[in-house]
């Protein structure tokens, strides 16, 4: 009788972990999915975003899809900047832990719309890749032959 009451815990503890995968699985399913329609896209626990042109859509993955939509274009974006904490950072010389961090995107009068991440290093990424696009097209920038 003992032994089944210590064993007890560590099935329950099994199965949860089993259901916790198995969720998670179905999260990333339904990602891949909603992210073939874009160029570039990226998946985290926090949140999802896609790239198409100078369409940016970002939600919160779920097992059934993405769940409280946002999307922007990029033509309104003023600014992008990286943030921790709360507060922009040096990009050069990024920290190396954090509690929340979270991608920027200013536009004029409008509020900031903040796209969280779970890595700096993702979010320097993601915003370095966005700078480089004309937010005209959403295409990288043409390189002109005197640079």
């Not at 998946?43 to 939600?59: H, P």
């Not at 899809?65 to 946002?70: H, N, S, Y």
């Not at 309104?76 to 040096?90: K, P």
């Amino acid at each position: 009788m003992e032994r089944g009451l210590i064993w007890l815990p560590l099935l329950v503890l099994f199965f949860g972990l089993a259901w916790a995968g198995w969720n998670e699985f179905r999260k990333v399913e339904a990602y891949q999915g909603w992210a073939k329609d874009f160029e570039r896209a990226k998946y985290d626990i926090l949140a999802v975003l896609g790239q198409q042109g100078d369409r940016l859509v970002w939600g919160k993955p779920s097992r059934t899809g993405v769940l409280e939509m946002q999307e922007f274009s990029l033509k309104e974006v003023t600014a992008i900047e990286v943030q921790v904490n709360g507060h922009g950072i040096n990009e050069a010389y990024p920290p190396k832990s954090s509690r929340t961090v979270s991608l920027c995107f200013y536009r004029g009068d409008e509020g900031p719309i903040l796209v969280p991440f779970t890595e700096v290093s993702l979010a320097l990424k993601w915003a370095q890749a966005l700078r480089s696009l004309d937010p005209e097209t959403g295409y990288p920038k043409p390189v002109s032959p005197n640079s």
